[in-house]
């Protein structure tokens, strides 16, 4: 059957801020093998026309997933690729290297250091390829997710995320967005509050190449936020809400504190079956 969505979980063993996480242990398994368990998981309820893959920088990694899911296919790619959505790119090129007849509607990115990633949101992103017209997917290359804001809109660790009535992003923050000058009070309407942006992106094998084409933008530079290049662009980024269900979460795990949090996370989930 024809391939017209891959989904690739880029996993550096070279991170920065925590290094090796991608291989730290959450209960019985691995980071990465976990974000690929639920991966393979949200492809398999799409039917057959829907590839998943792993896209490493190490040895290490490459052999500790064929352990556990010996029929995966493991890409390597260079450890001074910049980020993860150029690491997507590089595993696209070496997939089509490998089947020159390869020409997928959709290319989605699934951070793999969300061990918890929500099912429901990986296929509503995988769908949006699977079913929309051409015409929209030339003028909505790149989509991404997005949940219910909860918390302190000054928590510098969360995007926000604003969207226009059309679902397309506006702008992407760690810091509280839009700016109010009035407060809310019984009388007045509340304020605008922003999303809680999801690190899974859904690209148009066309979009992905615009976007790695280009180096980083002066936007991307001062937010740290990728996805601001896109905008800088021109790219239109729809943005779907959605939900985690039971047992999962959108987290991703940057710090000893968050593997700490995935660990707990994962005894609760075990605890409750």
């Not at 997005?146 to 992003?169: F, I, P």
Request: glycine fraction near 6%; charge should be positive; hydrophobic fraction near 40%.
């Amino acid at each position: 059957m024809k391939t017209e969505l891959v989904y690739v979980v880029p996993l550096r063993l070279a991170s920065t801020r925590l290094p090796r996480k991608v291989l730290a242990r959450i209960g019985q398994s691995s980071m990465g093998a976990l974000t690929i368990a639920k991966t393979l998981s949200a492809s398999e309820l799409l039917g057959g026309r829907v590839q998943v893959c792993a896209a490493v920088d190490a040895e290490e990694t490459r052999q500790t997933l064929k352990k556990e899911f010996p029929k995966l296919k493991v890409i390597m790619t260079s450890p001074d690729l910049a980020s993860g959505t150029d690491r997507v790119a590089a595993a696209l090129a070496e997939l089509r290297r490998e089947d020159p007849q390869l020409n997928p509607k959709g290319v989605v990115n699934v951070q793999g250091d969300t061990p918890f990633v929500g099912t429901e949101g990986l296929i509503q992103v995988g769908r949006y390829f699977l079913e929309s017209p051409e015409a929209q997917l030339q003028t909505h290359g790149i989509c991404t997710l997005a949940q219910t804001w909860e918390g302190d809109l000054k928590d510098l660790s969360k995007v926000k995320v604003l969207v226009n009535r059309h679902q397309e992003a506006i702008y992407f923050s760690r810091f509280p967005i839009p700016y109010s000058r009035v407060k809310a009070s019984k009388n007045s309407k509340a304020p605008v509050i922003p999303q809680l942006h999801i690190g899974v992106y859904g690209f148009t094998p066309k979009a992905l190449a615009q976007f790695c084409a280009h180096k980083a933008t002066p936007l991307e530079s001062h937010e740290g936020l990728e996805q601001l290049r896109a905008l800088d662009l021109g790219l239109k980024i729809l943005v779907f809400e959605t939900s985690p269900r039971a047992h999962e979460s959108f987290r991703g795990i940057d710090t000893k504190e968050d593997l700490l949090w995935a660990r707990n996370f994962a005894r609760r989930k075990t605890n409750k079956k």
